[in-house]
């Protein structure tokens, strides 16, 4: 998938900046930077669930188990 980013100033130094190092791409840097901030959302929806979501998750995590 191809994708067009708009840039200003700032975000191009500091991608220059971080595809200095040997054998990073500019695109392994925003791939890198797209997921970890993923991940980070992923967990701050997590800490935020209520206990009855995680309590209703278990209980289904343990049903399925029992089931084997």
């Known amino acids: 998938m191809a ?3 708009p840039t200003d100033p700032e975000f191009t130094a500091a991608l220059a900046a971080l595809t200095e190092a040997p054998g990073a791409t500019a695109q392994d840097v925003i ?10 959302m992923c967990l701050m ?3 935020t669930d209520s206990p009855a979501e995680r309590a209703e998750h278990m209980q289904k995590v343990l049903d399925r188990l029992s089931s084997v």
Not at 31 to 40: D, G, I, N, S, T
């Open 31 to 40: 791939r890198v930077a797209v997921l970890e901030r993923y991940q980070r």
């Open 3 to 5: 994708t067009t980013l």
């Open 45 to 47: 929806q997590a800490a």
